[in-house]
């Protein structure tokens, strides 16, 4: 029993590690590295630095993903985060929940 329950946990991280590679591959096909980074500030705010902002907010999936297609201001200073419209709702949700993950 317990080696079934350790292939069931294997079988979850393996997934999980799919999960977040196909989310990553996501943040690199919306070009949102071109503006940001996990770890080092290049034009916008670190991904991990957004994700500890909005760590307590039950919110923050859906304020993110409205901020992605919408664009935002005034929030990290005088940067500008410029309208995404060719990411779909659903894509804007999946990259929120990546960002978030980063904390």
């Known amino acids: ?6 292939i069931l946990a294997l079988g979850y991280l393996m997934g999980h590690a799919a999960s977040v590679q196909a ?3 996501l943040l690199v096909k919306s070009n949102c590295l071109a503006c940001h980074q996990i770890d080092k500030r290049k034009y916008g705010p670190k991904l991990n630095e957004i994700a500890a902002k909005y760590a307590n907010d039950s ?3 859906e304020v993110l993903a409205g ?3 919408s664009g935002g201001s005034g929030v990290w200073g005088e940067d500008i985060m410029p309208p995404q419209p060719q990411v779909n709702d659903a894509d804007a949700r999946a990259l929120a929940r990546y960002v978030l993950s980063l904390k």
């Open 1 to 6: 029993m317990r080696f079934l329950g350790k």
């Open 23 to 25: 989310d990553y591959n």
């Open 59 to 61: 919110n923050a999936v």
């Open 67 to 69: 901020k992605i297609r």
